[in-house]
Nanobody, 124 residues
Framework: QVQLVESGGGLVQYGGSLKLSCKGS????????MSWVRQAPGKGLEWVSA????????TYLASVKGRFTISRDNAKNELYLQMNNLTPEDTGVYYC?????????????????RGQGTQVTVLS
């Protein structure tokens, strides 16, 4: 079955950096676009970024554009999110997610699998 396992979260000071990783298995990783979403305390799920199956055409939530970089290594079945200049508003549980279809518009959350998440906490 499809499995997505995130890692790399942690506690970081305002302005710091973290790199999240997600290992996928149980599906043909390089056939699908992938996404990062997050959930802040007491709030709903928020789309953060996505990348096409071939690793091109990254898209970003406006508030993270220029600070976050999504990438993938299809040879390793891994998805990444480099997060720089973090602020307390970035605090939350970050999930990687697999899109249901081989194409998805920016901002779509039509996923058929999501990982368990990794906690990111940014101190002010």
């Amino acid at each position: 079955q499809v499995q997505l396992v995130e890692s790399g979260g942690g506690l970081v000071q305002y302005g710091g950096s973290l790199k999240l990783s997600c290992k996928g298995s149980g599906f043909t990783f390089d056939n699908y676009p992938m996404s990062w979403v997050r959930q802040a305390p007491g709030k709903g799920l928020e789309w953060v970024s996505a990348i096409a199956a071939g690793g091109v055409a990254p898209t970003y939530l406006a508030s993270v554009k220029g600070r976050f970089t999504i990438s993938r290594d299809n040879a390793k079945n891994e998805l990444y999110l480099q997060m720089n200049n973090l602020t307390p508003e970035d605090t939350g549980v970050y999930y990687c997610a697999k899109y249901r279809r081989v194409w998805a518009p920016a901002g779509s959350m039509d996923f058929d699998a999501r990982g368990q998440g990794t906690q990111v906490t940014v101190l002010s």
